[in-house]
């Protein structure tokens, strides 16, 4: 019976089997990670297979790979900030994304419109400082991950996220987007 580092090694191989089996074993951890932070179904495939045939592209690195899990989350990760970062369209729901509905119907209908205020907002700043808000409150990034990924420092990244809400706070308030 093989192991999954006896599998992972003949994938690093460039064994075509080895990379369907772990292809079927892990694609539907990788799409529902990428699902969740992209909101779209049909972007989250097209994410997935981005991270898969990166991975058959790289294959050679998981011969040095002791988490395979880990390894393919990280991967996962930053294929989604990258795609995210040169994407063209906004993310719609990236701010407020942990904010849950619920309560009558009209509730629900306010959130959606302070949803779409913030994502106003939020397109208005400035693109790094856009950026690293999206990084923080969409895909729940700690500054310093978001700091390491932008080579930025992590006083910077704070800045620009407390730019970002004391703005979006003042234009709530003043009931302004512009």
């Given at each position: 019976?093989?192991?999954?580092?006896?599998?992972?090694?003949?994938?690093?191989?460039?064994?075509?089997?080895?990379?369907?089996?772990?292809?079927?074993?892990?694609?539907?951890?990788?799409?529902?990670?990428?699902?969740?932070?992209?909101?779209?179904?049909?972007?989250?495939?097209?994410?997935?297979?981005?991270?898969?045939?990166?991975?058959?592209?790289?294959?050679?690195?998981?011969?040095?790979?002791?988490?395979?899990?880990?390894?393919?989350?990280?991967?996962?990760?930053?294929?989604?900030?990258?795609?995210?970062?040169?994407?063209?369209?906004?993310?719609?729901?990236?701010?407020?994304?942990?904010?849950?509905?619920?309560?009558?119907?009209?509730?629900?209908?306010?959130?959606?419109?302070?949803?779409?205020?913030?994502?106003g907002i939020v397109e208005?700043?400035?693109?790094?400082?856009?950026?690293?808000?999206?990084?923080?409150?969409?895909?729940?990034?700690?500054?310093?991950?978001?700091?390491?990924?932008?080579?930025?420092?992590?006083?910077?990244?704070?800045?620009?996220?407390?730019?970002?809400?004391?703005?979006?706070?003042?234009?709530?308030?003043?009931?302004?987007?512009?």
């Open positions: 019976m093989e192991t999954e580092r006896d599998i992972f090694r003949l994938f690093a191989e460039g064994n075509a089997e080895a990379f369907r089996k772990i292809f079927e074993s892990f694609y539907p951890k990788v799409y529902g990670f990428v699902e969740h932070l992209v909101h779209d179904p049909d972007e989250a495939k097209d994410v997935t297979q981005k991270i898969f045939i990166r991975m058959w592209i790289n294959r050679d690195k998981f011969l040095d790979v002791n988490d395979y899990d880990s390894y393919i989350f990280i991967l996962s990760k930053y294929t989604v900030l990258n795609h995210i970062r040169h994407r063209k369209t906004p993310v719609t729901d990236a701010p407020l994304h942990d904010i849950r509905d619920s309560g009558s119907p009209e509730d629900k209908v306010q959130m959606q419109e302070i949803r779409k205020r913030v994502d208005k700043m400035p693109r790094q400082r856009r950026q690293i808000f999206r990084m923080s409150r969409m895909l729940g990034l700690r500054n310093d991950e978001i700091a390491r990924e932008l080579d930025l420092s992590k006083k910077t990244v704070e800045n620009h996220i407390n730019l970002a809400l004391r703005e979006i706070r003042k234009r709530l308030e003043n009931n302004t987007i512009l």
